[in-house]
């Protein structure tokens, strides 16, 4: 099985590392991180990862934004998108522009590895 290439997006530091080792738990490869979502867009065409991990709120381009952007670029793009819980309009968004899922935060390593397994099957990884 090829392991999952993952970019992960979040402008905070602590939960990229949260991310990463959830992920790299699971079996992923973790091939870049970005601080924002217009280094997520960039990062996305240089390393073409299977999965996108997008915090709904950042500098410079917002999730949302950067979410739509990696689409354009990829419309088979899977993306799955980061936020706290009390954001369900923001995740409804995402989903109806999209996103293939959400993750809310705190991170609950069980919602988690369902919703990879979930990107696994669809991806037959």
């Known amino acids: 099985m090829d392991k999952l290439r993952v970019l992960i997006a ?3 530091q602590m939960i990229r590392f949260e ?3 959830l992920l790299e738990e699971l079996g992923a490869e973790i091939v870049g991180e ?3 979502g217009q280094q997520a867009v960039e990062l996305y065409q240089q390393l073409k990862p299977d999965l ?3 915090d709904i709120i ?3 381009k917002d999730g949302i934004t950067a979410l739509k952007e990696i689409l354009a670029i990829n419309p088979t793009a899977k993306v799955i998108m980061v936020s706290a819980m009390g954001d369900k309009k923001s995740l409804l968004t995402c989903l109806s522009a999209g996103a293939f899922d959400f993750i ?3 991170f609950v390593a069980e919602k ?3 919703t990879i397994n979930n990107l696994l099957k669809v991806l037959n990884k």
């Open 34 to 36: 970005a601080e924002n």
């Open 58 to 60: 950042m500098p410079e």
């Open 52 to 54: 996108v991990t997008l």
């Open 104 to 106: 809310e935060k705190p």
């Open 112 to 114: 988690v590895k369902h």
């Open 19 to 21: 991310i990463s080792t």
């Open 10 to 12: 979040d402008d905070s």
